[in-house]
């Protein structure tokens, strides 16, 4: 079984930002993977790093909110194609810093979040998070990366 991961980074910011920004969404990509395999056979997904103008321009065609958004995950439903997966620089950079968090381990949060989504989890209920939440801790914790719900608990 493989994935092929296709990565496009049309907004330069996230390569003058992070030294390997391919490097971190391979691997955070693989990690989810290790928690929650996709089925069996051969498949593919993309992940855009791309800006908040675009997040905004998904987020209100698709989601009917004109506002940027961190991360859009748009499962294909096909054993073939897991599907795509979106993360808006400037939102990321700004929570990041908030939070107090690297940058790469942020992105690394929500490509393990959004490739949760293409594998058919969610967070829209209390149990769909319960599902969720513990996955997203187990792959950011082989990444060495920290519970990002920690904080919020």
Known sequence: M???IGIRIPHRAWR?????PRGVVRRAVRAALAVAP???GD????????DD???RRLNHEYRGLDKPTNVLSFAAGEAALLGDVAIAYETTAAEAAAAGKSLGDHLSHLVVHGTLHLLGFDHETM???AEMEPLEVRALAALGIADPYEEAA
């Not at 003058?16 to 390997?20: N, Y």
């Not at 498949?43 to 791309?50: C, K």
């Open 16 to 20: 003058d930002a992070l030294p390997d």
């Open 127 to 129: 149990e769909d998070a």
């Open 43 to 50: 498949t593919e997904m993309a992940v855009a790093l791309a």
């Open 53 to 55: 103008a675009l997040l």
């Open 2 to 4: 493989g994935v092929r």
């Open 38 to 40: 996709p089925p069996a």
